[in-house]
Structures are given as structure tokens and as C-alpha cells.
């Protein structure tokens, strides 16, 4: 067992690149063992300063690309065929002169993909080399040499005769996945796809490890009877020699209890990665990883939460977002992102935070970190402030302290952040955004979360210029502020938001302003559609209760710019229904063929009795700033009260006021 793996654990039955551990077939004690480091394959110093040189000088010049291009095209690559030597076992053996075939098509298909010169350089300076390497590995990459098992770990490769067509791999599963289920190519590991693969490595790329991926040709998990081929500009942007792929170690955990060093926890896990001077992978089986060692705020990951140290990139890899769930069952929060820290987390559940003494109880992201969240759901965590005065606790989900989180198919939801006894104050239900963080999430639900400001997010005043978030195709839905910004609270004068399409619906904000959204600082909406959005006033103190404005949208100081979409639905119990300006600006603007439409909302919104309403579509003080550009008001409503008596009226000021 190699020290820094916990265990060889296969989730299914495949074949793992790069060294990957599976569970492999039954070997008895005769086995070739894994080769010593002096036996494996190595590039002398003038070797690799030559082939590095061979870099720089195709990346200069563009002649040497076309040069290079022709010399690495086979002249008639369909005429051509390979075969195998010593067929007499079981599974034949491969060589050198089939393997530098194959080699070649495979450097075609990465040129046909798209390539540039210093990336064309650096596939024509590989060598290939063929060694019984150890279990579970059936190529690998260091720096300019690509190593093959001579026998595809005892499976078999399948060399295909005419390597330029996938006419074996007869089901097409996309553009770049094929599979088949009879033939030769059913019974053996495709050599080309394993080259094409190792070929990225040498490019720059890393592996593939989400179950989503498994059309990549970067994919980490492979078997029989399948082809995979990479997409067009698969390789753009990618630094030849990069990656070195033997620096990734793996860890598997073997239970989901909690435990410490040598348990095979996931605890242990994560303080041997945070160990090792090199970058790790966690790979997390389906089910719930429970934490139960209890003790607060300890650094070293040892008990409470899990601290994640700056010491190399680190993946927690789960088997699929509900499948994987990692639960603090309210020990502490979940995770601590140490400064400067790399993660990425794929895959699975983050749950069950709780804590009372910082902020962030799903997660913490501290200064200069930098957090990648790939189809992973954030739920079911609790910041609350002690009993305390003047002590306030934010980010029941997240807390992003001048932190980098980037994500794509990411759910935030049924966060809080409690306002507790007499402490102070608790924003960002589902994520509090602090100091000069960037934020870039894709496909992202942010509903069910609850604070007494932000209930879906709250961004505060940055440190040297703010923070900077990227939300696109954003759900922000049913999230509640106890007091204002039901959905999002942006109270950073400098921080700039951006949602380039999405929802921002049924947010409430139950005691003042924003029912969904509430802004200091600067907002891009791009095809956003606010719809049925309420400010309430909940304060049973005032028999009025119509103090609370915009019941889409209240804008203090800031400037909003909304480019398509619409304002439907919401209503204020004061004036504002639609979208309330108090002093800043803001400009609408729809386009002929997509006119912004500003309907069905309503300004004094509460049964009870109360003072006349205006706006009910938009309201603008006197001090306001509005330019609307292909903007139609239709069925908005204000309220109109004389001599105690209050009626829904439309008309002068139920549109825009």
C-alpha cells in the first residue's frame, strides 16, 4: 500500500488513468510487481532542454508549424495497418512499432482538434516507451516521455486496424465518446484513446474526474469497448508540460465515520493531503461522511471542522451530488479554506454546519483562497449569534473572505443566518461576501435561505475596490431577509454584480426594503426576470404596516443597468411595488423586439389601512436618475386612501411615478 494512498477502492468496475487506483483482478504473488524508480523511463538534462528548446522555437516561428504539421501527417494513414507481436498469451503484448503508429493518428487527431505551434512542438518531441508499468496503470506522462503497459493491465489492448475512422465503435454517445459492444474492440482497452489522453498530459491538461465528464478524452475512468476522441479547441490555452501527472496523489477513504490520523476517515484524508508537498485527490464513495470529533476553532484539521491548508491544489472528488454528502450533523461548520488555499470540490453535498463563534458554517473561504465548486449543493447550515451583545455572526452557507469561487450546477439553499438573543446582527443566509472577493458561478440556485439582511446572499463594502460577482443562469428564488434584501443584499458601494440571465422570484423582505433585491453599489441584470417579489411590513407596532419599499427592487445610492427581462408581479405595502430609486441610477433598457415589460405590480400592497402609495410599477424620487429605453408599464396598482377608507386605484402614478 503506498503511504499516501488509504486504500485501492474501485466504485465500479473500469480501468483509471494515470495511476489511478481501482480494484483490479485477482493476482497471485508471482506478479510483476511496480517498477523501482531507477527503472523508470527518464529524460537526461540535454534531452530535455533540447525538446524544451524545440518548444520555444515552434512557438516563434510559423513556418516550423506547417513543417512540423507535415512531418507528423502519415501519408496514407486509411492503407495503413497494425498488428501485435507475441499473440500467443492470453493477452498479447504491444510493440514499439505498433505503438509509434498509433502514436502518430492519435497526434493527428490532436492537430485536427486544434492546436498551436508551441503545443504542435510539443507533440512532436514525445517519445513513447512501452514497460510492464504497476496495477491499475496503463499509461503515464513525464515530461516528454508517454509510457504504455505492455498489456493494458492484463485486459488487452485493442488495436485498431484502420485508426483513423471509429467505424469498431459503432454507438455513438456524442461528438466524442464512442462505445461498442461486439467485436474485438469490445474485448480490450482502446490504445488510441489511452494515448490521446496521455498526449493531454503532455499538453497541459489535468484528468477529468466528474461522472459528467466521461465523454473527455481527459476522463480519468476506462474500459472495454470504448473510444474517446478530444473536442474541438479541447487543448486552447493549455502550457505544454504543465501538468505533471506524478505529482497527484490519491487518497480513498475506507469509512464514513469520523476518525484521526490512520483511521482511512475522511478526516485523515484530508490531514494527509495537508501533508503532502504535492497535489492530492480525494475520492469519496456514495454515502455520508458524518463528522463527529468535536472541538472548536483547532487549525489542523484534528477535530471540528476540516481545515484545508495551502500546500498544493486539492480535489474532494464525490459520486454525484446527492450520492456523496459530508455532513457536520451541527459539530462546527464543515470546511476551513485555509489563506491561499486550492480546492475543488465535485460532486457531492456540503450539510449540517452549525456554529455560533465566526461566521461561514458551511464553509469558510479565507483570504487569497481559491474554491471551485463543480455540481455541488451547499444546504442545511446555521450561523447564529450567541447570546451576546454586539457580537454578529454572517454566511450561513458561505462565508467568501476575500476568497476566488468559481462553480458551475451549484445549489445554495436553506441556509440561515439567526439573529440570536441580543446579538447584533446576521447577514447572508446563503453566502456573505466580504472584503474583495471574486465570485463567478454558472447554473446556480440560491433558494430557501434565510438572514436578517441578504437572505440568498449579502455582499459588504470592500477593502481596496470590492467585491466582483459573476452569476449566470442564477435561480434566486423563496429566500428571506427577517428585515431587508429577500433574495440579495449588495451593500458594497464598490462591489459590482452581474446576472446574465435567470430569475430573482418569490423573495421576501419582511420589515423593510428589497423583497429581492436591495443595492448600495453597482448591478448588471442581463434578460433577469424579477417576478412576485414582496416588501412587507411586518412590524405589528405600526397600525399602518406600509413603510416598506420596492417590492422587486430597492436601489439606494447605486447604479443598476437592466438590459432585457422584466418586472412582474411584486408588490410593496409602502410605495415602489415593481422597482423603488431613492438616489441612484438607473437605466432599463428593452429593444423593440424585446421590450422590457413593468406589470401587474403594486405599491401599498397590504389590506390593513394606510397612507396613499405611488409607484406601483416604479417609483423615483426627486433626487433619482432614470433612463428607460423600450419600456411598457401595464396593470400596475397603487393604493389610494381618503377618509379612512383604502382603494386599489390605477391610473396617473400606478405605472410610474
Not at 90 to 109: C, G, H, K, W, Y
Not at 246 to 265: H, K, N, R, V
Request: net charge negative; glycine share 14%.
Amino acid at each position: 500500500m503506498n503511504a499516501r494512498q488509504l486504500e485501492v477502492d474501485a466504485l465500479e468496475p473500469r480501468v483509471l488513468f494515470s495511476g489511478a487506483p481501482v480494484e483490479g483482478p485477482d493476482q497471485d504473488s508471482s506478479a510483476d510487481s511496480a517498477p523501482s524508480p531507477e527503472d523508470q523511463p527518464q529524460v537526461d538534462a540535454d534531452a530535455q532542454a533540447a525538446m524544451d528548446a524545440s518548444v520555444a522555437d515552434a512557438a516563434a516561428s510559423a513556418e516550423a508549424t506547417k513543417a512540423l504539421a507535415d512531418s507528423v501527417t502519415p501519408s496514407e494513414p486509411a492503407e495503413q495497418s497494425v498488428t501485435l507481436v507475441d499473440t500467443s498469451g492470453d493477452t498479447p503484448s504491444l510493440n514499439q512499432e505498433t505503438l509509434d503508429m498509433i502514436a502518430q493518428v492519435a497526434t493527428q487527431r490532436w492537430i485536427e482538434s486544434g492546436v498551436d505551434a508551441s503545443q504542435l512542438a510539443a507533440l512532436s518531441s514525445i517519445s513513447y516507451q512501452i514497460a510492464d508499468l504497476p496495477a491499475t496503470q496503463l499509461g503515464t506522462a513525464s515530461g516528454w516521455v508517454i509510457t504504455i503497459d505492455v498489456n493494458a493491465w492484463g485486459q488487452g489492448w485493442f488495436v485498431d486496424a484502420t485508426p483513423n475512422d471509429n467505424s469498431e465503435f459503432e454507438i455513438a454517445v456524442s461528438d466524442t465518446l464512442f462505445k461498442t459492444n461486439q467485436g474485438a474492440a469490445s474485448e480490450g482497452i482502446d490504445l488510441l484513446s489511452v494515448i490521446l489522453h496521455e498526449q493531454g498530459h503532455v499538453l497541459g491538461l489535468r484528468d477529468a474526474l466528474s461522472p459528467a465528464e466521461t465523454d473527455n478524452v481527459m476522463y480519468q475512468g476506462f474500459g472495454p469497448g470504448q473510444r474517446r476522441l478530444p473536442s474541438a479547441g479541447q487543448a486552447t490555452g493549455a502550457i505544454p508540460g504543465s501538468y505533471n501527472e506524478a505529482e497527484l496523489a490519491t487518497f480513498t477513504p475506507t469509512i464514513f465515520t469520523d476518525g484521526g490520523s490512520g483511521t482511512g476517515s475522511l478526516r485523515d484524508a484530508i490531514i494527509a493531503a495537508n501533508s503532502a508537498a504535492t497535489d492530492d485527490i480525494i475520492t469519496l464513495a456514495a454515502g455520508t461522511y458524518t463528522l463527529s470529533l468535536a472541538g472548536t476553532n483547532e487549525e489542523n484539521g484534528a477535530t471540528g471542522d476540516l481545515d484545508i491548508r495551502n500546500n498544493g491544489t486539492l480535489i474532494i472528488q464525490g459520486a454525484g451530488m446527492t450520492q456523496t454528502i459530508i455532513d457536520a450533523a451541527m459539530l462546527d461548520r464543515v470546511f476551513d479554506i485555509f489563506d491561499g488555499a486550492t480546492v475543488e470540490f465535485r460532486d457531492l453535498t456540503i450539510q449540517g454546519g452549525f456554529l455560533d463563534y465566526s461566521h461561514g458554517a458551511g464553509m469558510y473561504a479565507r483570504f487569497g483562497s481559491t474554491v471551485t465548486l463543480t455540481n455541488v449543493a451547499i444546504t442545511d447550515n446555521l450561523v447564529q449569534t450567541p447570546n451576546t451583545a454586539n457580537v454578529d455572526r454572517h454566511g450561513g452557507g458561505i462565508w467568501s473572505n476575500q476568497a476566488t469561487i468559481t462553480g458551475s450546477n451549484v445549489e445554495i439553499t436553506n441556509n440561515t443566518a439567526q439573529k440570536f438573543g441580543a446579538g447584533r446582527n446576521a447577514v447572508g443566509g446563503g453566502m456573505w461576501i466580504s472584503g474583495d472577493s471574486t465570485i463567478d458561478l454558472t447554473d446556480v440556485t440560491i433558494t430557501g435561505n434565510t438572514a436578517r439582511e441578504g437572505g440568498g446572499f449579502y455582499v459588504s463594502a470592500g477593502n481596496f475596490g470590492g467585491s466582483q460577482m459573476t452569476l449566470t443562469n442564477a435561480v434566486i428564488n423563496n429566500n428571506t431577509g427577517v428585515v431587508r434584501g429577500g433574495g440579495f443584499d449588495n451593500a458594497g458601494i464598490d462591489s459590482e454584480i452581474t446576472i446574465n440571465g435567470g430569475t430573482i422570484s418569490s423573495n421576501f423582505a419582511q420589515n423593510e426594503h428589497g423583497g429581492g433585491f436591495y443595492n448600495y453599489g453597482t448591478v448588471n441584470l442581463n434578460g433577469v426576470v424579477i417576478s412576485d417579489n414582496e416588501a412587507q411590513d411586518l412590524d405589528t407596532g405600526d397600525t399602518k404596516r406600509d413603510d416598506s419599499v420596492g417590492g422587486g427592487f430597492f436601489n439606494t445610492t447605486g447604479t443598476v443597468v437592466m438590459t432585457g427581462g422584466s418586472i412582474t408581479g411584486n408588490k410593496a405595502y409602502g410605495t415602489g411595488g415593481g422597482f423603488y430609486n431613492r438616489v441612484g441610477t438607473v437605466t432599463l433598457i428593452g429593444t423593440a423586439g424585446d421590450v422590457i415589460e413593468i406589470e401587474n405590480n403594486k405599491a401599498g400592497a397590504h389590506d390593513g389601512l394606510g397612507d396613499s402609495r405611488d409607484g406601483g410599477g416604479f417609483y423615483n424620487t426627486e433626487t433619482g436618475t432614470v433612463d428607460l429605453t423600450y419600456v411598457t408599464f401595464t396593470n400596475n396598482n397603487v393604493r389610494f386612501a381618503t377618509a379612512g377608507d383604502a382603494n386599489t386605484v390605477t391610473g396617473l402614478g400606478a405605472g410610474f411615478r
